[in-house]
């Protein structure tokens, strides 16, 4: 698969692949960004997939950029043809509605289905992760039935509870720390997705298949208590 590298100023390198979101070109990504971190080359700073690049941030001090390029061409010519990740899919448990989902009934009126409807159609698909962004951990996820897509919200709100799953268009994802945001609030995981004191801070990667578990609230609160943190 053809990519495109491009400088960044004079600390980064984005890898651009065909620009098409779909899980094939993502494998690629995601594909380009593991083979090219396990080179273990020093002065890389940061490797960061999105739907359909890599950008690679180094330290020009310790890494030549001559060299840099010929590994950037190495991983990118090791590729072939990708098809979607393969690997374990992660469940995420959800309260939907109520004070967890303050915006299913909006969701609701614009689909004209039924609350119960939206949930099952919401945890009935399994989701690719495209890449993490906007906030530590924030999986954009594609894969939704275009049946309960709906637009985000037209005043976003200033503080969105940590946890919070939403959806934004044809996209879904979770809000890993509080913040503000658009997105239509659904419901809400116990999950950690961004976690500090945990060795590996981040729950998710870009990459990784996802299936949401309806729960109700008295299972989200003993969650929330126990093996939910």
């Known amino acids: 698969m053809s990519a495109d590298i491009r400088f960044c100023g004079d600390r980064a390198v984005t890898v651009v692949f065909p620009q098409e979101i779909s899980p094939g070109i993502n494998a690629a990504v995601c594909g380009f960004a593991a083979r ?18 890599v950008t690679i941030h ?33 469940v995420i448990p959800v309260a939907y509605g109520g004070e967890y989902g303050p915006d299913l009934p909006q969701v609701c009126a614009h689909t004209g289905l039924t609350a119960d409807e939206v949930i099952a159609r919401h ?15 924030f999986p954009y996820m594609g894969g939704m039935d275009p049946s309960i897509a709906t637009p985000r919200l037209k005043t976003p709100r200033t503080a969105i509870p940590a946890g919070s799953v939403g959806i934004a268009g044809a996209q879904t994802g979770v809000y890993p720390i509080q913040s503000p945001g658009g997105w239509q609030l659904i419901g809400r995981t116990p999950l950690r997705l961004f976690d500090m004191d945990r060795e590996d801070p981040f729950l998710l990667r870009a990459g990784q298949k996802v299936r949401f578990r309806p729960i109700t609230p008295e299972e989200y609160l003993a969650l929330e208590r126990g093996e939910g943190r």
């Open 36 to 53: 090219f971190f396990a080179l273990g080359l020093r002065g890389i700073v940061e490797i960061v997939p999105t739907y359909c690049a």
């Open 58 to 90: 180094f330290d020009p001090s310790e890494l030549d950029v001559d060299l840099l390029l010929r590994a950037v061409e190495e991983a990118a010519a090791a590729g072939g043809e990708a098809g979607p990740a393969e690997g374990e899919t992660v």
């Open 123 to 137: 945890s009935g698909r399994e989701y690719l992760i495209y890449m993490l962004g906007f906030t530590p951990g």
